[in-house]
């Protein structure tokens, strides 16, 4: 069964790596450091080392400045185009090598497109929420996409499958959401 968990926490992880990079990279790294919660084997275990995680600290407080202010952020977006993805491919790959039975290269793809599909969407939705808000509902958006990107990070870590679920019940919502979207209005005549 752990095999099993240790999917759905990559899963959760790299999803969450799509919000924010540095989010689940240092939440990992903390918890792989000072708790018995994750093992990483190597060379995901340079995660767990002081400057690594330092790095990280800087790096993320880095982005949550840039990320609340208008035109910045969408230059930050531009830039983590390349970040998240290739957090997420970490953040899977390192997750699923504790069951060692699925390839790294397999996982690393997997969490790239996990994570990118996140990122491409909030990179989407961003500049319409500021155009449509002046600027001024940005820091509030990122601040909310940063709480859940802790949250889906630490569910993913101490309960893999409750964060699996609501990951489940997220995707269908946006589907439904989506094909709505898609549907002629009826004509009423």
């Known amino acids: 069964m752990s095999?099993?968990?240790s999917v759905f926490t990559a899963f959760?992880?790299?999803s969450?790596?799509?919000l924010n990079a540095y989010v689940p990279l240092l939440v990992v790294a903390l918890l792989a450091r000072f708790t018995d919660l994750i093992e990483l084997n190597a060379p995901w275990d340079a995660l767990e080392s002081p400057w690594t995680i330092g790095?990280?600290?800087?790096?993320?407080?880095i982005e949550v400045v840039a990320d609340k202010v208008p035109a910045v952020d969408t230059a930050?977006?531009?830039?983590?185009?390349?970040?998240?993805?290739?957090?997420?491919?970490i953040l899977f790959a390192a997750?699923?090598?504790?069951?060692?039975?699925?390839?790294?290269?397999?996982?690393m793809i997997c969490g790239l497109l996990l994570a990118g599909g996140v990122h491409a969407t909030k990179a989407t939705a961003r500049p319409i929420i500021t155009a449509?808000?002046?600027?001024?509902?940005?820091?509030?958006?990122?601040?909310?996409?940063?709480?859940?990107?802790?949250?889906?990070?630490?569910?993913a870590v101490v309960v893999p499958i409750i964060c699996m679920v609501l990951m489940v019940l997220v995707g269908i919502w946006f589907i439904r959401l989506w094909r709505r979207r898609r549907r002629p209005e009826r004509e009423w005549g």
């Open 76 to 89: 930050n977006d531009v830039i983590q185009t390349f970040v998240r993805p290739t957090a997420g491919a």
């Open 132 to 155: 449509a808000t002046a600027g001024t509902m940005n820091p509030v958006v990122s601040s909310a996409e940063d709480v859940v990107s802790l949250i889906v990070s630490v569910l």
């Open 3 to 5: 095999g099993v968990l």
């Open 95 to 107: 997750s699923v090598g504790t069951a060692g039975k699925v390839d790294s290269v397999l996982a």
């Open 12 to 14: 959760g992880l790299s």
């Open 55 to 61: 790095v990280l600290a800087v790096l993320l407080l």
């Open 16 to 18: 969450a790596a799509g």
